[in-house]
C-alpha cells in the first residue's frame, strides 16, 4: 500500500513538474506618448544620422547612464554624444550615442 502511494505521488509530481505553461508574448501595438504628441520623444532624423529627441528622452537617457555607465569602456558621462540644437528644446543625439541609448535599454528591459 504505501509504495503504491508513493508510485502515484512520483508519477503526479512528474507530471506536474513536466508541463510547462508559457506567457503570452506581448508586442507593441503603438508608439508611447510624450505629452500631447504621441512620438517617444524622437523627433527626427537628419542626413548625417544624428536622431532629433526631446529634453525628456534626454533624461531618460542621462537616467539609464547613471545605472548602467560602468558596463561601458571608458565609462559614460551625462551628456555623452547629446547636445542641445534648436532654440524649441529639441536635442541631436548621435549615432554611437544611439547606439549605447539602445543597448542601455537592452540592459534594462532584460532586468
Request: aromatic share 10%.
Amino acid at each position: 500500500m504505501k509504495t503504491s502511494t508513493l508510485l502515484a505521488s512520483f508519477c503526479l509530481s512528474l507530471c506536474i513538474s513536466c508541463t510547462t505553461v508559457t506567457p503570452k508574448i506581448v508586442t507593441a501595438e503603438s508608439i508611447e506618448f510624450e505629452g500631447n504628441n504621441q512620438d517617444a520623444g524622437f523627433k527626427g532624423y537628419l542626413t548625417d544620422g544624428c536622431l532629433v529627441i526631446s529634453s525628456n528622452k534626454v533624461m531618460q537617457y542621462d537616467a539609464l547612464i547613471d545605472r548602467y555607465s560602468t558596463n561601458f569602456v571608458p565609462p559614460m558621462t551625462h551628456g555623452f554624444g547629446v547636445q542641445c540644437c534648436y532654440t524649441n528644446g529639441t536635442w541631436l543625439m548621435t549615432k554611437q550615442a544611439a547606439k549605447k541609448f539602445v543597448e542601455m535599454l537592452d540592459i534594462e528591459r532584460s532586468k
